[in-house]
């Protein structure tokens, strides 16, 4: 079964600092997503990762993955207030039809 | 092109009552989802179908029933509500081919007293 750990759960943070939130899953899987939450809004798509270290990058977020660790990295630069949200990681197995939800990381970004 | 809707965004719902959820996409997208989502715990999929005429239980559909009878519509039933059913509920679809992102309705949000 496989099982999804985003970490932190919650960051409050400064502009213009750079920070990373990871996500860990238990088995394998051939595809990994990154969504963004705006509070009380739906989820918007920011990234699939295919490959073991695919790199994609837009803007100040950049996620990153390693297979074989079984972690995905999405990681922030010089953080602006915009930014603030919730991100979810959802790795995932179409063959399965399934992808499996982080429980969200919620950040903050005091101006 | 207005993607995946869903009707309708805001419900109250007495203990006991039922009601359905209708979700809709114009992508022509062969794969469609409920989910609810819960403070602090993610999106746990209720429900999903693979195309017309199929569907097949997620992680916690007990409660929930659902009927795909036409490609572009996913419909979601609450026979008798409870208030643990009190959520948001989202929509969403995805083709089944290539980078095959899932894409997301605006949600439901359903009270149950």
């Known amino acids: 079964e496989l099982k999804v750990e985003q970490n932190p759960l919650f960051l409050s943070m400064q502009e213009g600092k750079n920070y990373t939130i990871y996500c860990n899953y238990s088995t394998t899987s051939d595809r990994l997503y990154w969504y963004r939450q705006d509070p009380g809004k739906s989820l918007e798509s920011l990234f699939v990762l295919l490959s073991n270290g695919a790199v994609k990058q837009e803007g100040r977020l950049m996620a990153s993955l390693d297979t074989k660790a079984r972690l995905s990295t999405l990681h922030i630069t010089a953080a602006v207030h915009d930014l603030s949200a919730t991100y979810f990681c959802?790795?995932?197995?179409?063959?399965?039809?399934?992808?499996?939800w982080g429980a969200g990381t919620k950040l903050i970004i005091k101006p | 092109n207005a993607g995946v809707t869903q009707t309708p965004k805001f419900r109250v719902l007495k203990t006991g009552q039922s009601m359905t959820l209708l979700c809709a996409q114009d992508m022509n997208h062969e794969y469609m989802y409920w989910y609810r989502q819960d403070p602090g715990m993610g999106l746990r999929l209720i429900h999903y179908s693979v195309g017309e005429g199929t569907t097949a239980k997620g992680e916690v559909p007990d409660g929930y029933n659902v009927s795909r009878l036409k490609k572009q519509n996913f419909l979601l039933g609450l026979e008798s509500a409870a208030p643990s059913q009190t959520s948001v509920y989202f929509c969403a679809s995805r083709t089944g081919g290539g980078i095959d992102t899932q894409y997301f309705g605006p949600g439901t949000r359903l009270t149950v007293l």
């Open positions: 959802a790795p995932g197995e179409y063959s399965n039809y399934q992808l499996i």
